[in-house]
C-alpha cells in the first residue's frame, strides 16, 4: 500500500484524520473534494457517536461569541454555508428562529447588550421585541422583553453527518472504525499514527488533522514532537435533555439569557415539532452519559421564570452530552482552537481544540479553515 509521494518519503496514506464527528467528517469531505486522499480513524462502532449527535441540533446565528473571535467568525460563515449544503444535499433543516428573553427588568440591559454584540458579529437581522410582540409569536412565554433571531434554526444532525460521510466517501476516503489512536511520532516529513487494540496498525501519513473532539488534547499530549506545553487541559461539562409530555405550545426555539459556561436551560425542537428542554451544565471528571433523574426539579425552577406552564407538564430525562470544552468552572469561556503549521511549527499537522457548540453551526466552516492552514486554498 506504500507510496512514494512528491513529500520525498513512504506514506501509506496521504492524508489521516482522526475523528469522525461532523467536525471531522466535514474536514475528511473538504478535503477529499479537494483531491487529497483521506483515511480516517474513529475509535467508535460508528460515526458522530459523542459530541456530534448529543446536542440540541440547532444551527446558531452567532449571537453570543466574543467578537472577532474564532466562534464569532467560524459561526456566522458556518451557518450560511450549512444552510447552502443543506439545501444542496437535501439534508434536513430549517430556520425557525430563535426568541431569545429577558424574564426581568434588570435583564434588559444584558438583552441590550447582547444585540449589539450579535450586530457586531455580523448578524444584523436580530428584531427587539416588548413583552407584547413575544406574546403575539409565542402566547406562553412570559417576559420583559425579546430579541428574534430569524436565521437561527435546526438540522437533522446525522443526517447531516451521513451526508458528510457519503460526499467523503464517493471521493475515495475511508474510514476504519474501532480504532483508536494510541499514538502519533513526528518523523521523516510527516507521521506515524499508531492505533489500540488487538487490531493495532500503524501508518504512516504526511498529513495529520486532530479532530477527536473530546479526546484531542489526549491525542496532542500522546503526539511525539508536539510541544506538551501547548495540549490545554481537558474539561468536561456534561448537558442534560429532559422531553416534556404533551404537544409543544411553540414555533420558535425559546431561549433565556447565557449563564456562565453555557447558554441556559433553553427550549428545543426537532424538525417532527418535538420539544424537548436542556441542556443544563454539570462539570464532570469524564465523559459520562448515565441518566440524572435528579436534575426534573431544577429544570422547572429554571424553566418556568419564561414558561410558567411547564409545571402542568410532565418532564422526562431523555438523554445527556459532553461539552469539550478547554476551560473550566469560574474561567473565561475559551474560544475555538485550530492550530496549523504557522503555529506551532509542525509541517502536515492541525489540531482542533475545545470545538463545542457552535461546533455544529459551524463546521463546514471549520473545514475551510483548515484547507486554508494545510495550504489548500492558496
Known sequence: MAKTHRWGMNFDIETIVIGAGVVGLAIARRLAVAGKEVLVLEAEDHIGMHTSSRNSEVIHAGIYYPSGSLKARLCVEGRGALYRYCADRAVPAKAIGKVIVAVTEAEIAALHA????????????????????????????????????????????????????????????????????????????????????????????????????????????????????????????????????????FKHLIYPLPVAGGLGVH??????????????????????????????????????????SVMDRELHWTYSG????????????????????????????????????PGLTSSLALAELVATKLGYNA
Open 267 to 308: 427550549v428545543t425542537l426537532d424538525l417532527a415539532g418535538r420539544m424537548r428542554l436542556g441542556p443544563d451544565l454539570h462539570w464532570v471528571d469524564g465523559p459520562d452519559y448515565t441518566a440524572d433523574t435528579s436534575i426534573v426539579g431544577a429544570f422547572y425552577d429554571a424553566v418556568r421564570l419564561y414558561w410558567p
Open 322 to 357: 459532553i461539552r469539550p470544552k478547554i476551560s473550566g468552572p469560574g474561567e473565561e469561556s475559551a474560544d475555538f482552537i485550530v492550530e496549523g503549521p504557522t503555529d506551532h511549527g509542525i509541517s502536515g499537522l492541525v489540531n482542533l481544540f475545545g470545538i463545542e457548540s
Open 114 to 249: 447582547l444585540q449589539a454584540k450579535a450586530i457586531a458579529n455580523g448578524v444584523t437581522d436580530l428584531a427587539w421585541l416588548d413583552t407584547a410582540a413575544v406574546a403575539r409569536l409565542e402566547p406562553e412565554v412570559v417576559c420583559k422583553a425579546g430579541l428574534f433571531s430569524p436565521s437561527s434554526g435546526i438540522v437533522d444532525s446525522h443526517a447531516l453527518m451521513l451526508s458528510l460521510q457519503g460526499e467523503a466517501e464517493e471521493h475515495g476516503t475511508q474510514i476504519a472504525f474501532r480504532s483508536p489512536v494510541e499514538t502519533v511520532s513526528c518523523r521523516d516529513g510527516g507521521f506515524e499514527v499508531t492505533t489500540a487494540g488487538t487490531d493495532s496498525i500503524t501508518l504512516k501519513c504526511a498529513t495529520l488533522v486532530n479532530a477527536a473532539g473530546l479526546n484531542a488534547p489526549l491525542i496532542a499530549g500522546s503526539t511525539n514532537g508536539y510541544p506538551n506545553a501547548r495540549v490545554p487541559k481537558r474539561r468536561f461539562a456534561k448537558g442534560n435533555y429532559l422531553s416534556v409530555s404533551g404537544a409543544t405550545p
